[in-house]
């Protein structure tokens, strides 16, 4: 089961070896979310690993080789590596087309809850829309690959995450029409005191824009447009011209950590295994990246269940994704110092090949996925 996009990659994966799969979804598809919608080539060789190789070309995306950074009026220019943008509409959809191609079976609109252990599997109650019965099946292994805050598993299970302290808020938008400030192909990134705000040209020419936001900033602005309009003030931005008439959505506390990553017949993916600030793309691979691993998991666990395999699990995600969000977590802690962050800019406009040289760590390839 799966409510993000690394569901339907794991769904593909699976199914196209031969495994049964059913992908449930809580919405209905194609669906707008909260997402900086960047691809890097960390994301790309997910892509590549799992035999999805040309998803993003096929779709269109638009081709990303520049990051501007702003901060306090000032701006810093890098290069970005072999980056993509594509909406989360468009590739979530391609996805699951994939994965209904490779044979898997989709049901949107549809919640599920992990129920208690069975012989040789794991109950799942599945709720249907429109007030249909409650339908109950067996599953010989379930992926929760269901965002920050899901329902699948208990608040109370030791799987479940919980957010850290002083947790930024995540938000964003669509603009369609902003007279065309922000050009295409370069990742647009205003850092402010107290948030930031990334803004990137889909491939259908829309604005798409993904922020985070300190709590305090959204409740003494006036609301989220208002913040994001602080933001890029703060650091020397254009606003766009439907700013502040924008729709805004928010997301939970974005930094967490689930407890475990893995439990009798269930394994966690992606963002409901633990998340942090991402930045140019690294959300996107963090996800993909377990979706394109988990496959061999799952086809070894058709057999006896054993905790050795969930440790493994573990280890592998440690891996994959939770020792990359380590440098995130450190460059998001430093935009939270004025002082640290004004240190960091001057070094940059002096000696760029600085913070190059973190943009090119942040966008390259994982060896695990390099030799997937």
């Not at 609109?109 to 709720?127: D, F, H, I, N, Y």
């Not at 963090?286 to 061999?296: F, H, I, R, T």
Request: proline letters at 5%.
């Amino acid at each position: 089961m799966g409510q993000e996009l690394l569901g339907g990659l794991a769904a593909f994966d699976c199914a196209r070896r031969g495994l049964r799969v059913l992908l449930v979804e809580k919405r209905s598809f194609p669906r707008w979310k909260v997402c900086g919608c960047c691809f890097n080539a960390n994301a790309i060789a997910a892509l590549t690993a799992a035999g999805l190789p040309n998803l993003l070309r096929y779709q269109g995306a638009v081709p990303l080789d520049q990051l501007r950074l702003g901060w306090s009026g000032k701006t810093l220019n890098l290069g970005l590596p072999g980056g993509w943008a594509l909406s989360r509409e468009t590739f979530d959809q391609a996805l699951v087309n994939a994965a209904e191609a490779a044979g898997a079976t989709l049901r949107f609109q549809t919640g599920a809850v992990l129920e208690e252990m069975s012989k040789g599997g794991r109950m799942v109650r599945l709720r249907p829309p429109g007030g249909a019965p409650v339908e109950r099946i067996k599953a010989g292994v379930v992926l929760v690959a269901a965002g920050l805050q899901h329902q699948v598993l208990s608040p109370s299970h030791a799987a479940s995450s919980s957010s850290k302290p002083g947790s930024r808020l995540g938000a964003g938008c669509l603009i369609h029409e902003d007279g065309g400030l922000y050009e295409s192909g370069v990742i647009h990134m205003a850092i402010g005191r107290s948030g930031y705000v990334g803004l990137v040209r889909r491939e259908d020419g829309a604005l798409n824009m993904a922020a985070a936001f300190d709590r305090a900033l959204l409740k003494t602005s006036g609301g989220v447009a208002r913040a994001a309009e602080v933001v890029l003030t703060q650091a020397g931005f254009a606003l766009p011209r439907l700013l502040e008439s924008s729709r805004w959505q928010l997301t939970p506390a974005l930094t967490r950590r689930a407890g475990l990553f893995a439990g009798h017949r269930f394994l966690l993916l992606g963002d409901a295994t633990g998340y942090v600030e991402p930045f140019t793309g690294e959300g996107m691979a963090w996800a993909l990246a377990a979706g394109a691993a988990v496959a061999p998991f799952v086809e070894e666990a058709q057999g006896e269940w054993s905790t050795d395999l969930e440790r493994r699990w573990q280890r592998r995600l440690v891996d994959l994704t939770i020792s990359r969000q380590r440098l995130c977590s450190v460059l998001s802690t430093l935009l939270r110092q004025p002082l640290a962050t004004k240190a960091a800019f001057s070094i940059g406009c002096q000696w760029p090949a600085i913070p190059q040289r973190v943009i090119s760590s942040l966008n390259q390839v994982s060896p695990l996925m390099a030799s997937s």
